[in-house]
């Protein structure tokens, strides 16, 4: 049985797993310069790529849904960390960075950071109310 909280990191786990897939299927050049730097060719570093991300989302939906709590914190931290994805595009869409990636995934990027961070703010809540993996 989970409650809100896992569940809601579950959704976004799974959604961010579908997102990486259309962008890799539908704009694969938004990842093709990073992943071209690697000795295989870009078919099998896209493969190899998507294996490792599935297995790694694979093994953080097993901890959400046994409570770990090392999972837990994990992902409360990166979670919060996400707001630092909207100052970084707004640097990046005024030029005081460089980026190379389309303006379309830069405003994507702040989007999901700021979904991040709303989450990470819910699960400390839920930690308030009943410790480690509590609803909010």
């Keep these: ?8 990191v579950l959704g976004f786990g799974a959604l961010a797993w579908v997102s990486l897939v259309v962008i890799l299927v539908g704009a694969p050049e938004v990842y093709a310069e990073t992943l071209s730097r690697l000795p295989a060719d870009l ?3 896209v493969a190899g790529f998507l294996a490792l991300i599935s297995a790694f ?8 849904l046994r409570r770990w709590r090392w999972i837990f914190w994990l992902l409360t931290v990166a979670f919060l960390g996400g707001a630092l994805h909207v100052p970084a595009a707004l640097l990046e869409l005024t030029g005081v960075l460089p980026t190379v990636d389309p303006t379309w995934y830069v405003l994507l990027q702040a989007v999901v950071g700021l979904v991040q961070f709303v989450i ?7 930690y308030r109310r009943a410790g480690t993996w509590g609803a909010f």
């Design 1 to 8: 049985m989970t409650n809100r909280t896992q569940a809601l």
């Design 43 to 45: 078919h099998t570093a």
């Design 57 to 64: 989302m694979g093994l953080l939906a097993i901890g959400v």
């Design 120 to 126: 990470g703010l819910l699960m400390v809540a839920g």
